[in-house]
């Protein structure tokens, strides 16, 4: 033995660090570990509204839009005025408040199904909400130009 040397890494099933008959088993308690999939729990990516957990990033998913409350204008701790809303999202499997900020309001409307990228997950006055953040991205998946055009094809001249 090489004192407290690290000779070599390598992986190891997560089940067979948790089995109580592995000597092992001690060294799951240290911080490192902790850490390390405290952070790989936050990196998951969710799929449906039910999966989203406080903490998340990197998320991912299709919902409808059900209610636009009507938004707010704040001075961010920045010192910036903006304008802020909440909107209510869900999809088979559950709701969700999503957080928009100033032009992000305008692109949306009740009904639109949404495709959120990227958006990150927390908690705010006990509720889950989901924020875009500067890397998330939300995309309407009704062509509203095309819905429009089509209703002035029906419309009577």
């Known amino acids: ?32 570990i902790r850490r390390y999939l405290s952070r790989k729990n936050r990196l998951a990516s969710a799929r449906s509204i039910s999966d989203v957990r406080a903490g998340m990033s990197h998320v991912n998913l299709k919902a409808k839009i059900l209610e636009v409350a009507p938004s707010r204008s704040v001075v961010t701790r920045y010192g910036n005025n903006a304008v802020v809303a909440k909107v209510l999202i869900g999809d088979e499997t559950g709701t969700i408040k999503l957080c928009l900020w100033n032009g992000q309001i305008d692109g949306v409307s009740v009904g639109d199904v949404i495709k959120i990228e990227n958006a ?17 991205t939300i995309n309407s998946e009704v062509l509203k130009p095309h819905l429009k055009s089509m209703e002035l094809l029906n419309a009577p001249t």
Do not use: C
């Open 120 to 136: 990150q997950a927390s908690v705010f006055r006990g509720e889950r909400q989901l924020s875009l953040g500067k890397k998330g």
């Open 1 to 32: 033995m090489r004192g407290s040397e690290v000779i070599a890494q390598f992986p190891m099933d997560r089940d067979f660090l948790l089995n109580e008959n592995n000597h092992l088993r001690n060294f799951m308690g240290t911080d490192k």
